[in-house]
């Protein structure tokens, strides 16, 4: 349905977004997934034809959009990260407002703010200003916003961010209900790897403008089996103990965090033993060493070296 090809984005020196290859089929719900600044909201306006890239193409049924957009802004529905939203109109004057712009009239517009008011979950709020929204309520209102004229693919950048769990929860069963019963295909961007994990079907993994990553959930879980990933949990960690973990050649990876440390090893060291007398060593307790069962977190720090949250 939709390609990007080696697309990239150049902002005077720095490129935000360098040789991009993605497909999206219909019926899918993608994630791209990324820390802040990996490139997700350029590649988006790119690939929604809001901003030109500097080299690459967008192919919309093996046309290109860049020089002609409209049947892609067709059936396109662009939920952006900022709030776009008439704080003084009521949820229903926002939505018939918008309808408006996608040239919705008369009987068919009522229906559809219905409608859309309905899958939101507002509709008893209809008639409030959205100055008197939770932030998640007015995620919501934008999300509905996108939906108001049907679209055949929703872009959804990174809409659950700065909101209350109650609210999140409705918005990735609602991404979820509208790719299932509307067949709606959704492509969807996120630092939460852990929503992306629930929710889409393949995934493609950026950082620093690059793709480092793609595929099914599966697939990319599998960039990890030839290691596995330990969590050690103990009271007080001291430099020794780390020191011994950073020089041991048997592991891959050691990442720090206040009470914890995640190391990587391959996937036949018993690395068991070896911690115990590192421990025994440094003069530590142990509270508790366990495999983790691999996560998408777990696959960006084995690529990247970070944590995929700030
Ligand atoms: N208009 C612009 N002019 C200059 N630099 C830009 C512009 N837009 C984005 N950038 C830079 O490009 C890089 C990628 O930004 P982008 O917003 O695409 O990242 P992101 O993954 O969407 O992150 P976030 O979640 O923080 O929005 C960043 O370093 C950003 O500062």
């Known amino acids: 349905m939709l390609e990007l090809v080696d697309l990239s984005k150049k902002f005077k020196h720095m490129y935000a ?3 991009l290859n993605m497909f999206i089929e219909k019926g899918e ?13 350029t590649a988006i306006s790119m690939l929604s034809s809001l901003i030109e890239p500097t080299e690459g193409d967008v192919r919309f049924h093996n046309k290109s959009i860049i020089k002609n957009p409209a049947p892609l802004r067709k059936i396109i529905g662009v939920v952006p990260q900022e709030i776009a939203l008439y704080e003084d109109l009521t949820a229903e004057e926002n939505l018939q407002f ?17 409608e859309v008011l309905e899958q939101i979950g507002l509709t ?26 049907e679209p055949e693919l929703i872009i959804m950048d990174e809409p659950t961010v700065g909101i209350d769990p109650q609210s999140r929860n409705y918005i990735l069963e609602t ?19 852990e929503e992306v994990e ?27 089996s030839a290691e596995k990933t330990i969590l050690i949990q103990a009271e007080l960690l001291n430099d ?18 206040e009470k914890e440390i995640t190391i990587m090893v391959p996937k036949e060291i018993n690395i068991f033993p070896i911690l115990v007398k590192m421990a025994e060593d440094a003069k530590i307790e142990l509270n508790s060493v366990d495999i983790k069962i691999p996560t998408l977190e777990d696959v960006f720090l084995h690529l990247t070296g970070r944590a995929l949250r700030d």
């Open 29 to 41: 719900i993608i994630g791209l997934l990324g820390p802040n600044g990996a490139g997700k909201s």
């Open 175 to 193: 991404v979820k209900r509208l790719n299932q019963e509307k067949q709606m295909t959704v492509l969807y961007t996120s630092h939460y790897m």
């Open 98 to 114: 918008f309808g408006k712009i996608y040239r919705l009239k008369g009987q068919l517009l009522k229906r559809k703010v219905d």
């Open 240 to 257: 020794t103990f780390i020191n011994f973990l950073h020089e041991n050649p048997t592991i891959n990876r050691v990442i720090k965090e």
């Open 124 to 149: 008893d709020r209809r008639r409030d200003i959205v100055k008197t929204f939770s932030g998640g309520m007015k995620r919501r209102l934008n999300i509905g916003v996108a939906m108001l004229h």
């Open 198 to 224: 629930y929710l889409c079907d393949r995934i493609y993994i950026m950082d620093k403008g690059n793709m480092i990553a793609s595929g099914t959930k599966d697939e990319i879980k599998r960039i990890l």
């Open 17 to 19: 977004v360098k040789n």
